[in-house]
Structure formats: C-alpha cells, structure tokens
C-alpha cells in the first residue's frame, strides 16, 4: 500500500520558476503527474524518462534528483514491471538520505513505497523491516500526515496477511482503516484500499459476513470516486471479487472480475499481470459453476501473460494447472 508525496508537499515543485534543461524538466513532470492522476502509467512513462534525462544535468544533491526517481518508481510499480521499480525506488531513498538524513521523516514515504514493492516480489524481511523504519519515522512526528501513517500501516497489515500471521494482520489493517476514515472524503482510494484489505483478513479467519459488509462498502466507495472502470480501481476490484467468490455471491464476483479487468486494460495494458491474475482467479470460479469452455478461454489468456510476466521475472501469481482442461 502506497502514499502519494515523496520529497516534497504534493505537487509543489511546479511552481517552481526554471529555465533551460529546469523547465524541460518541469514541463515533463507536469505531464506525467496529469496522466498518472488519470490512471495512465503507461503513457506517463515517456514523459518520466524525457524529466529523467533532464534531472541527470541537475547537480547531484538537486532533490529533484530524487523526486524524479520516485515517480519514476512509481510508474513501473503500477505497471507491473518491479525490478524497474525497485531501482529507482532505491536510488530515490539513497539519494534523499543524502541529501536530508537517513532519518529524516521526508523519507517514510519513499521507504514505504520500497517496501511495497519488496512485497509484491515476496521478500518479506526487507519489506517488512522497511514498514517499521517508516512508521517509527512518521509516529515521531507532532502531527503525522495521516494518508502516509495510513498506507504505512495498511502495508504492514498485508505483508503480515501474505504471511499468515492474521491476528497482527487485523491489528494493523484496523488501525490503517480507523485512520483512512478521516480521510475518506478527500482520499478515498486509500479509505477504500484499506477496508479491502481488511476485508481479505476477515474472510482467511472465516468472518464471512463482515467480509462481505467491507466488500461491499470499498467498492461503493471506489464506484463514487472513480467510475466503474478507471484503472486505480483495478487492484481493489481483484481482491473484492475474489471475496465475493469466497463467499458465495457468484454473479457478483464475475460481474466484479469483468470490472477489474476492464479498468487494467485501460490504464495498464492488456498484459499486466493483475490483468492475469484476475483472469485466473474468474477461470478458477467458472470451473467451479461447471462453465468448463468459458473458464478454459480466460485459463488460455492468463497463462500467456503469465509467460510473458515469468520472462521478465515479474511473476505476480499462478496459474492453475487445471485452469486448461
């Protein structure tokens, strides 16, 4: 789970008056910042790079040095491609504790999106070691910018969660929650990412019905804020309708799977690998409802992304063996 801000408050470096090689710079990643508010990643690659190649002539402790390459990171996170993103994510930290401190709490967002990214490639120590340095960073402030404090805490709750370990899981997922609510208004993906996570720990601990109760709350939330299609849904709307399967509610979870997947291809491409792991999970579900042709096409299309996933060691999820037959 993952905080917007890196070095800087929001998106204030745009005021900033350049010239040269600083407004191209400028120029870039205000386009960038506007596709990836849309849910563009993939076209909000080319404008990064070009800020990229225009940072390089900054001088070396230039901050935007760093908020270039968390940005950057960012991008290739959403898109998927983790071994990208875990370069820049590192370079951005090292940069920045350069530049300000190692423990200067500027930091506890790039180290969480760090640890975010360990995650999702399954290395749990660092990742988990990472969270903690975070928070510690963002409790030792007066007045801790809640959204950070609450994608800290909703990470942690999901690395304990992959784990296996439910109890510190629902500890640290219902605080994340109690500190999204405030926030529900103004950042409402947060609030809505939070109760779905929850909602999966719920649902492993065999709390069917408030499972369903978050379920259904995150995504009224996600189709007010967004649409029922925009692609910072997607991941949400995975993990709702494997939910929705888990307990029973079929249609919907079929109905929910179509969803995320439309809102990947939007903004992600039609090969992400969110995209095949929603097509294996609704390939999963199928089979179970004996629709064995339909299940079969969907298994057929999750394990070509899978290769193509696999060949750039950014594997994500499994296909089923059976999902063919």
Avoid: C
Avoid at 23 to 35: D, F, I, K, P, V
Avoid at 104 to 119: D, E, G, K
Avoid at 221 to 243: H, K, N, Q, T, Y
């Amino acid at each position: 789970m993952k905080a917007a801000g890196v070095l800087v408050s929001g998106l204030s470096f745009l005021a900033m008056v350049t010239f040269g090689q600083e407004a191209s710079w400028q120029e870039h990643m205000t386009a960038a910042a506007a596709l990836r508010q849309a849910g563009r990643y993939r076209e909000a690659l080319g404008p990064m790079e070009e800020a990229l190649r225009a940072a390089r002539s900054f001088d070396r402790d230039d901050e935007r040095q760093a908020i270039t390459r968390d940005a950057l990171a960012g991008a290739y996170d959403a898109l998927g491609r983790l071994w990208h993103a875990e370069r820049y994510q590192r370079e951005a930290i090292t940069i920045g504790e350069r530049i300000l401190g190692p423990e200067n709490p500027r930091l506890a967002v790039p180290l969480n999106n760090l640890s975010s990214i360990y995650r999702e490639e399954g290395k749990f120590e660092p990742a988990w070691n990472l969270g903690w340095r975070a928070l510690a960073m963002l409790e030792r402030e007066p007045l801790p910018d809640r959204s950070s404090l609450a994608a800290v805490l909703g990470n942690l709750g999901m690395i304990a969660y992959r784990q296996g370990k439910l109890e510190q899981a629902e500890t640290l997922l219902r605080r994340s929650v109690d500190t999204a609510l405030l926030l529900a208004s103004a950042e409402p993906s947060i609030y809505a990412e939070t109760l779905s996570n929850l909602a999966l720990v719920y649902e492993r601990k065999g709390k069917q019905r408030e499972a369903i109760g978050l379920v259904q709350l995150a995504d009224s939330v996600i189709e007010r804020a967004f649409g029922p299609e925009d692609p910072r849904s997607a991941r949400m709307l995975v993990d709702i309708a494997s939910i929705q399967s888990q307990v029973g509610e079929t249609d919907n979870a079929i109905e929910t799977f179509k969803r995320a997947i439309a809102a990947a291809e939007k903004g992600l491409g039609p090969n992400h690998p969110m995209i095949g792991e929603a097509l294996a999970r609704e390939a999963t579900l199928l089979r179970k409802l004996h629709r064995r042709p339909e299940a079969a096409t969907l298994a057929a299309r999750a394990r070509a992304i899978a290769r193509e996933t696999a060949a750039n060691n950014f594997s994500l999820y499994t296909v089923d063996a059976h999902q063919g037959r």
